[in-house]
């Protein structure tokens, strides 16, 4: 199985900063991409950004400018460096990967269990 491992989130103030890690182990023969989502209380979970194994790059709009996502092969972790942070950019961020599975022998998702960011003074 592939596991997903999150860490990096908390409080912050207003205009603060974090920084999001994200380790992909387990039975790994590939990852395409990797990225970030978030869910807010009564919202649908959105994507915050993504990275490709070729370090081709999507941001959500609301994002773009403040966030910035990038990633080790070497060591299957994904990066999103959070600045200039605002109240509405609190959520639950989860982590994503399509990964080559060597047990399923395919392509799979697989999720965090989400990291908590809240921005509040």
Known sequence: ??????????????GGSLRLSCAASGSIASISYMGWYRQAPEKQRE????????DIINYADSVKGRFTISRDNAKNTVYLQMDSLKPEDTAVYYCHARVYSTTMRSWQSYWGEGTQVTVSS
């Open 47 to 54: 994507l915050v950004g993504l990275i490709s194994s070729g």
């Open 1 to 14: 199985q592939v596991q997903l491992v999150e860490s990096g989130g908390g409080l912050v103030q207003p």
